[in-house]
């Protein structure tokens, strides 16, 4: 599965189904997009497949936004990196229906924002690429492996309460990745 282009009605309207019911009925989508199962299916993959693309599609422009601020504020290299990963992972915390889904749906959730195999973490991982070649240059380790690692770094403090069942703790997480970088 690749990313689509950002104007996709079906993932728009998996977007919002999941954001009103927290949850997404293929039936009913594949109705509302005038496309059998089938075809819904094999254009989008399964459920998780289709949740994490339209996550994704939701997100992006939000982090690009992100990217944009903090450029305007005239943040640098590693620090512009943890702030990027810390205000991503603030804004991702702050959405009521990801922290439903953490609470009932835990498994499906991590397998579909940390699965190596989502468009999630693969997008993820893209932007971090991008971003620590633009900030910190060639750095001795390759720019996509340091950028997994970033990524690991945010997923393991996100997520930590699904994980070890501490609280979640995104200001370790920028504290340790800005070390890492830097």
């Given at each position: 599965m690749t990313p689509r282009d950002a104007q996709d009605p079906v993932l728009s309207t998996a977007a919002v189904?999941?954001?009103?019911?927290?949850r997404v009925d293929m039936q009913a989508l594949s109705k509302l997009a005038g496309l059998s199962r089938a075809t819904l299916y094999r254009r989008y993959g399964d459920r998780g497949q289709l949740l994490g693309a339209a996550f994704w599609q939701f997100a992006e422009p939000v982090i690009t936004e992100l990217r944009a601020g903090i450029r305007e504020e005239g943040l640098r290299g590693a620090e512009a990196?943890?702030?990027q990963v810390g205000r991503s992972l603030h804004f991702v915390a702050e959405i009521p229906q990801v922290r439903n889904a953490m609470k009932h749906n835990a498994e499906q959730t991590l397998r579909v924002m940390t699965s190596k195999h989502g468009i999630v973490?693969?997008?993820l991982v893209a932007f971090t690429t991008e971003m620590i070649i633009e900030e910190i240059g060639d750095p001795d380790i390759p720019p996509a492996t340091l950028a997994y690692g970033v990524v690991r770094i945010g997923e393991s403090?996100?997520?930590?309460?699904?994980?070890?069942g501490e609280p979640q703790d995104i200001d370790s997480a920028i504290l340790l990745i800005r070390k890492l970088l830097s």
């Open positions: 189904m999941f954001l009103q019911d927290n990196v943890a702030e973490q693969r997008g403090f996100f997520y930590r309460e699904l994980i070890t």
